[in-house]
C-alpha cells in the first residue's frame, strides 16, 4: 500500500470511528508529530553559539565555579 492509500484508508476508518478515546489518542499523536524539536526553533547564533560551548568543553577549555568566582571578585570588588 502506497502513503496515499494509506492515508485515504485511515481517514475512512477515522469517519467511522464512534470512540472518542480512539479520536484523542489519534489527535495527541498526530500533535506530538507536528510538534517542532526546540533546536529547530533557536536562532542559527545560538545554536552555533552552543556548539562552540560543546567544543570548547570537549577539548577541556573551560573555568571551574572557583576560578570564575575568584575573577569576578577581583574584576568587581564584591
Known sequence: MDI??????L???ILKTEKSSLLIHIAKLLE???DQD???QLPEEVQQS?????EDAS???TY???QVVRE??????F
Open 4 to 9: 496515499q492509500a494509506l492515508k485515504l484508508d
Open 11 to 13: 481517514v475512512a476508518k
Open 32 to 34: 506530538k508529530e507536528n
Open 38 to 40: 526546540w533546536w529547530d
Open 50 to 54: 552552543i556548539r562552540d560551548g560543546i
Open 59 to 61: 577539548k577541556g577549555r
Open 64 to 66: 571551574s565555579h572557583d
Open 72 to 77: 569576578a571578585k577581583q574584576k568587581y570588588g
